[in-house]
């Protein structure tokens, strides 16, 4: 039996995230990274990743990792996200090595951090107006951002969502647009209709870049489909430069994220007086819980229920230019 941590990590991510689970692109990136997060912790311990051994995998070490990521600053949300990869790893280690077995037992059964509750941030209706009508149609990549930023608003899709659309995921239907989310975050897909004036713009986009059944929707220059990080600085520089056109300086405070908009569209349509179930389906949401910390958010919503009360009662990871056939290496290439 090979008793490598570098193969176990390996038969990991071929096995079990890619094959047994198929987890989304996004979960198993995520998955990618915290391993990779795990890797630098362990050189910085002088501890070769190619040469460990499984049983050197333990839970003093797993405490000692989150320490680290602690001493490093990090928030609590991204420490409790790598936990959660950590605890998914050994999980997969006790049906392949009972050598471990208790050790992974211990590992599971990690707490998480306690996470200050906070509430989802959005702009209001006239900041997506604003920031809609500053883009330039008259520059040559003037219509595919203002797509881009539609539809993020309008059908409140997630960045990864957004990256992975094809031609045959929109569908013209009259007047309105149809947009077919297939691989979402959990794995729901659902359909969402645009309203005429985000379906015209939809519209014009698709035949002026001619974009085939099999096209993603949006590429970027060298036309490739557009990566989470490229949207978020296309979207930072598009606030950046709606900032400076603006007068009002209570407008665009917060910092931009392309989740923002999809924050705002929720909070829009709880203003409208939409129900939170229909609002949950039109999100993707699995849980309804997932869906009310935006009545928390609406300001409306909150005016509405005092009024009722009151009327009823009273990490760089880069180590080296050098690349070598290692575990990390080949988690970058292969995952």
């Given at each position: 039996m090979n008793n490598k941590f570098s193969y176990y990590v390996q038969s990991y991510f071929k096995d079990y995230v890619i094959g047994i689970r198929n987890y989304s692109d996004n979960t198993a990136s995520t998955y990618r990274y915290a391993m990779l997060i795990f890797?630098?912790?362990?050189?910085?311990?002088?501890?070769?990743?190619?040469?460990?051994?499984?049983?050197?995998?333990?839970?003093?070490?797993?405490?000692?990792?989150?320490?680290?990521?602690?001493?490093?600053?990090?928030?609590?949300?991204?420490?409790?996200?790598?936990?959660?990869?950590?605890?998914?790893?050994?999980?997969?280690?006790?049906?392949?090595?009972?050598?471990?077995?208790?050790?992974?037992?211990?590992?599971?059964?990690?707490?998480?951090?306690?996470?200050?509750?906070?509430?989802?941030?959005?702009?209001?209706?006239?900041?997506?107006?604003?920031?809609l009508k500053s883009i330039d149609l008259n520059q040559k990549s003037g219509l595919k951002y203002l797509t881009i930023i539609t539809v993020l608003y309008e059908a409140a899709l997630r960045v990864s969502e957004l990256c992975e659309l094809k031609g045959n995921d929109i569908l013209e239907k009259g007047k309105n647009i149809t947009i077919h989310v297939e691989k979402s975050k959990n794995g729901l897909p659902r359909i969402v209709i645009l309203s005429e004036s985000a379906s015209n713009i939809v519209k014009h986009y698709l035949k002026e870049n001619k974009i085939e059944k099999d096209d993603y929707v949006f590429q970027n220059s060298v036309s490739n489909h557009y990566t989470r990080s490229g949207i978020y600085k296309m979207l930072k520089r598009r606030l950046e430069y709606a900032r400076k056109q603006c007068e009002n300086n209570s407008y665009f405070t917060i910092d931009a994220f392309p989740h923002i908009l999809r924050h705002s569209k929720a909070t829009h349509m709880l203003d409208a007086g939409i129900d939170l179930i229909v609002i949950r389906d039109f999100l993707g949401h699995k849980w309804l819980n997932s869906t009310q910390i935006y009545a928390h958010v609406s300001k409306k919503k909150q005016e509405e229920i005092?009024?009722?009360?009151?009327?009823?009662?009273?990490?760089?990871?880069?180590?080296?230019?050098?690349?070598?056939?290692?575990?990390?290496?080949?988690?970058?290439?292969?995952?």
């Open positions: 890797i630098k912790f362990l050189n910085s311990k002088k501890i070769d990743e190619n040469e460990m051994l499984i049983t050197e995998y333990n839970y003093e070490l797993v405490e000692n990792f989150i320490l680290w990521l602690k001493e490093k600053k990090l928030k609590p949300t991204t420490i409790n996200s790598y936990i959660a990869a950590i605890k998914t790893f050994s999980k997969y280690l006790q049906t392949k090595n009972l050598n471990v077995f208790e050790e992974c037992n211990k590992i599971k059964n990690i707490e998480r951090l306690k996470v200050e509750v906070t509430f989802p941030k959005y702009y209001t209706a006239d900041e997506i107006t604003f920031l005092l009024k009722k009360n009151i009327d009823s009662k009273n990490i760089s990871i880069h180590r080296s230019k050098k690349e070598k056939q290692d575990l990390e290496n080949w988690l970058r290439k292969n995952i």
